[in-house]
């Protein structure tokens, strides 16, 4: 299994660009999580999804979309882009039961000038 | 809400020398998870060892325990003979066991730990 996959690694966008951050995960995982990391600060919750077709704000969700059409992929839309989304995201999923643990992917960082 | 706090933004420890990495918690729930996760300059978040709250008895896995206090809403990292590669922020998080939830991990602002030769 590859786990969670993320793609692009790292991409620069000019203010008010439009881009789409693409996450995938092999391991058949109900709930798929899209976080970001401020320099110095732990991960917060941007969007959530508990299965194909339900998805749900997390706490800084202002400026992004999601959509999840497939058990595997989750994507993060950022439109208009602004300095304030520079950060490096991950993705994540998990099993609802279980053992509870949420696996990451390796992150994109993210810039915008 | 529920709150994570690492009070030490960084620590240092000898190799093959034993260090504690501090988190605190607030919560109203009774039942939860605690992890404890690990992020290498590569970036990676790496679970190293979770808890679940009704379960009295510490974890532990290989080198690294915790020491679970719920009454003190206190879960430490516990590294034993720290090696090199060791070297790496520590995220203290916890999850709600409620269920219907989003089951969102709260983090807290991390540790930077330090493994000197």
């Known amino acids: 299994n590859a786990g969670v996959t993320q793609t692009p690694k790292f991409r620069i966008l000019k203010i008010g660009q439009s881009m789409t951050l693409q996450c995938t995960q092999d391991m058949n995982h109900n709930y798929m999580y899209w976080y970001r990391q401020d320099p110095g600060m732990g991960l917060k919750l941007i969007y959530y999804?508990?299965?194909?077709?339900?998805?749900d704000k997390g706490e800084v969700p202002n400026g992004y979309n999601v959509s999840r059409s497939t058990t595997e992929d989750f994507p993060l839309r950022l439109e208009l882009a602004a300095p304030s989304q520079t950060s490096v995201y991950f993705c994540?999923?998990?099993?609802?039961?279980?053992?509870?643990?949420?696996?990451f992917g390796p992150g994109t960082r993210l810039t915008v000038l | 809400a529920q709150t994570v706090t690492q009070s030490q933004p960084e620590m240092s420890v000898q190799e093959a020398e034993t260090v504690t990495l501090s988190c605190t918690y607030d919560?109203?729930?009774?039942?939860?998870?605690l992890f404890w996760y690990k992020q290498p300059p590569s970036r990676q978040m790496i679970l190293v060892i979770r808890?679940?709250?009704?379960?009295?008895q510490n974890a532990t896995e290989n080198r690294f325990s915790v020491n679970f206090q719920k009454a003190a809403k206190s879960f430490s990292l516990k590294i034993s003979d720290s090696q090199l590669g060791d070297a790496a922020m520590y995220f203290c998080a916890y999850r709600s066991a409620s269920q219907g939830g989003s089951e969102k991990l709260v983090f807290g602002k991390g540790t930077k730990l330090t493994v000197n030769p």
């Open positions: 994540a999923s998990s099993y609802p039961e279980g053992e509870h643990t949420q696996y």
């Open positions: 999804s508990v299965g194909a077709g339900i998805t």
């Open positions: 808890q679940e709250a009704y379960k009295q």
């Open positions: 919560t109203s729930e009774s039942d939860y998870y």
